[in-house]
Structures are given as structure tokens and as C-alpha cells.
């Protein structure tokens, strides 16, 4: 099956600085890489999600991309702000699940004014 | 945002007690989850159903009772749970249920089993 590994746990960068989270996964065949964003005390939300067609996604300050040579795709938050801060979660869906889709283990970053 | 909407927030029960967790979404999806958030661990599918009918059961508990009357309701029955069940249970709902679908999540319930 699938296994997502996500890193790092934790990541504390100063206001207008950039912040990477990268993440590995093990099927090949995943193809849709999707990044959801939890606030403290509220719902996970979908920020951005790459297709395995493309190697990089932009929507203003985050980026995503992907490679799949190396099973890799990676969140680039830039010029970042305190409402950034927020558990940041990636996944992959395994091969041969039509429905399930395997997360790592989250990514909390602290973004000090 | 109140495309899902899950109740209670907050839940503190026993382990001898039975509760319902209730979960209602206004998206017009036909796909609907429970996941479970635990500390420090991976978000876990729990189940899936499509058009009502459940998809997949990812080896939960039997002391987990899944329902789901139509497309727009879920619950999950609770019974003789355990300490270690103490977690934020959320529920999510996606348009058809394919793999490459934005999943809508609700703000969950925080449930501690004493």
C-alpha cells in the first residue's frame, strides 16, 4: 500500500520568509497530490493540488511541485504571514483504491511577526 | 463555511455509554467519509460511502457503527469505546467519491472516552 512520509513535523520561519514541506510517497502509480491546510480549532481545507501531468502549480504565494522520478512533491509558501500558521497535511491516494486517500503525518508551521 | 456540518463539537463519554455522532452536508455530494485525528498520527479513513451505500470499511472496531439513511446524512454510532478512541473525529463529503476529488471536511467532534 501507499505510505506517505511528510517533513518536517515542525517548522518555525519569521514573517516574509519562505517555507518549504516536502513529502514522499511509494506508488508510482499515485497521481493526484492534493495539500490540506487545518487552522488551530477548525476544518482541514484543500489550499492546492498537483496532477501527476504537471511538475509545478502556482496560486499566488504557494506553490506545489512534483517530482515523480524521485517520489517527491513539496509545498512552497512564500513572503509567508501569521495567518499562515496552520497544520499542513499532504497525501497521495494508493494504487488499486478508487476512494482512499493515505496523509502524512502534518506539518505545523509557526510563522513569527 | 457551513457546507458540512458535524454535532456534537464536544463529546465526553464512558466506556459503557452508547453516543451518536451526526454529520449533515448541504453540498449536494454523494460521497461522504469519517476520518479520525489523532495526535501526532496520520489522518485515518475510517469509512466511505457512495450514494449510500458504504465502500469501505478501512478494518475499524465493530464497537464503530457507521449509518448513513441518504446521501446527505452520516452518523457514527459509538459504543463501549475505549480510552485510546479519545480523538477529533471528522467527517468529509467529495462530489462522486473519485480518487482525485476535493474532499470538504467539517470542523469535527472532539471526543474523550474516560
Known amino acids: 500500500g501507499e505510505n506517505v512520509e511528510q517533513h518536517p513535523s515542525t517548522l518555525s520561519v519569521q514573517e516574509g520568509d519562505s517555507a518549504v514541506i516536502k513529502c514522499t510517497y511509494s506508488?508510482?502509480?499515485?497521481?493526484?497530490f492534493p495539500w490540506y491546510k487545518q487552522e488551530l480549532g477548525k476544518r482541514p481545507q484543500l489550499i492546492i493540488d498537483i496532477r501527476s501531468n504537471v511538475g509545478e502549480k502556482k496560486d499566488q504565494r504557494i506553490a506545489v511541485t512534483l517530482n515523480k522520478t524521485a517520489k517527491h512533491f513539496s509545498l512552497h509558501i512564500t513572503e509567508t504571514q501569521p495567518e499562515d500558521s496552520a497544520v499542513y497535511f499532504c497525501?497521495?491516494?494508493?494504487?488499486?483504491?478508487?476512494?482512499?486517500?493515505?496523509f502524512g503525518t502534518g506539518t505545523r508551521l509557526l510563522v513569527s511577526p | 463555511e457551513t457546507g458540512v456540518t458535524q454535532t456534537p463539537r464536544h463529546l465526553v463519554m464512558g466506556m459503557t455509554n452508547k453516543k451518536s455522532l451526526k454529520c449533515e452536508q448541504h453540498l449536494g455530494h454523494n460521497a461522504m467519509y469519517w476520518y479520525k485525528q489523532s495526535a501526532k498520527k496520520p489522518l485515518e479513513l475510517m469509512f466511505v460511502y457512495n450514494f449510500k451505500e458504504q465502500t469501505e470499511n478501512n478494518s475499524v472496531p465493530s464497537r464503530f457503527s457507521p449509518e448513513c439513511p441518504n446521501s446527505s446524512h452520516l452518523f457514527l454510532h459509538l459504543h463501549t469505546l475505549q480510552p485510546e478512541d479519545s480523538a477529533l473525529y471528522l467527517c468529509?463529503?467529495?462530489?462522486?467519491?473519485?480518487?482525485?476529488?476535493?474532499?470538504?471536511f467539517g470542523s469535527g467532534t472532539q471526543l474523550s472516552v474516560l
Open positions: 468529509a463529503s467529495s462530489q462522486e467519491g473519485g480518487r482525485n476529488e476535493k474532499l470538504f
Open positions: 497525501a497521495a491516494p494508493p494504487k488499486g483504491s478508487f476512494q482512499k486517500l493515505v
Open positions: 506508488d508510482s502509480a499515485s497521481n493526484y
